[in-house]
């Protein structure tokens, strides 16, 4: 199993430019979820998924959106990337929300916007 | 609102014993997590307390006492691989977690 996998490690964007960022998870789980992750900062959420087909804002989620078309994939996009975006980007996944099930991380996206 | 707080940084000896600090006010409260994260790398999860008390896992113990939103991760027989930062979560309410900034443990020889 590779668990929680993510493309691309690193990025570089031009203010204004678009990109996707991809997350695949191989354990089956319904929960997915993106954060940033910022200096000094604790981890965010930008946007979350309880399943196939849903998504939700979490706790920073303009100028970002997601889609959960197939299960395993969980899309995080910039449409007009800022200077304010640059951060380490996170993708975990749960089989539930409740309690004891641990979120499960990907190595993580670095993107700079310049 | 809510928040969670933990030491920015500390420093410890290796083969001591260092204990790391958390403690949070969130809008309920379904359990409190603790990761390491290696620079440059994912979290992972270290331990999981939801009722009040010592857990035990090889060296590392979690402690919590959910009466005085407070919480401790407890090193023992550190090891130049336990540098890391590390980083409290809890599950509120709506089983979302709330992060800590985390504590990055410096272990000097």
């Known amino acids: 199993n590779a668990g929680v996998t993510q493309t691309p490690k690193f990025r570089v964007l031009k203010t204004g430019q678009s990109m996707t960022l991809l997350c695949a998870q191989d354990?089956?789980?319904?929960?997915m979820y993106w954060y940033r992750q910022d200096p000094g900062m604790g981890l965010r959420l930008i946007h979350y998924s309880v399943g196939e087909g849903t998504t939700a804002k979490g706790e920073v989620p303009d100028g970002y959106n997601v889609s959960r078309l197939k299960k395993q994939n969980f899309l995080l996009g910039l449409e007009s990337a800022a200077p304010s975006q640059t951060s380490v980007y996170f993708c975990a996944s749960t089989s539930a929300a409740q309690s004891t099930d641990t979120q499960y991380f990907g190595p993580g996206t670095r993107l700079t916007v310049l | 609102g809510q928040n969670i707080d933990q030491p920015t940084e500390m420093t410890a000896t290796e083969g001591a014993i260092v204990q790391i600090n958390c403690t949070y006010q969130?809008?309920?409260?379904?359990?409190l997590f603790w990761y390491q994260q290696h620079a440059g790398e994912a979290p992972t999860f270290l331990s999981y307390n939801v009722l009040d008390g010592l857990e035990e896992k090889g060296r590392f113990s979690s402690f919590l006492s959910r009466s005085k939103g407070y919480s401790y991760l407890l090193l023992k027989e550190l090891q130049m691989k336990d540098s890391a930062s590390y980083l409290c979560a809890v599950m509120d309410s709506n089983y979302q977690l709330i992060w800590g900034a985390g504590t990055k443990l410096i272990i000097k020889p």
């Open positions: 354990m089956n789980h319904e929960y």
């Open positions: 969130t809008s309920g409260f379904n359990g």
